[in-house]
């Protein structure tokens, strides 16, 4: 298992324990819904690509430390990584 891979399945797992609890996942915690709806957004759509990076989608959310894992990021080639949220 690569690491995409690895961190989609802890994603998912994140998921099945929020739908457990009865938690929804709400634009508030999802940044490309929050991009989705601020199509104009320059900031939101990298904010979502960073998300997406970690294994969020529409549908799930990253695993726990998702915030951390972007702020640090270990790619600084990345044409973002200036531009990344929770620096
Ligand atoms: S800056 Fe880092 S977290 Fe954001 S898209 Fe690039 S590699 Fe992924």
């Not at 529409?58 to 949220?85: F, M, N, V």
């Amino acid at each position: 298992m690569n690491l995409t891979e690895a961190r989609m399945q802890k994603a998912r797992g994140r998921l099945e324990q929020m739908k457990a609890a009865g938690e929804t996942i709400t634009q508030e915690h999802n940044l490309v819904k929050k991009a989705n709806a601020n199509p104009g957004s320059k900031a939101k759509a990298i904010a979502a690509m960073c998300y997406q990076c970690f294994g969020g989608t529409e549908e799930e959310l990253p695993d726990a430390g998702w915030k951390e894992e972007i702020r640090g990021c270990t790619s600084p080639a990345c044409a973002l990584y200036q531009h990344r949220p929770y620096r």
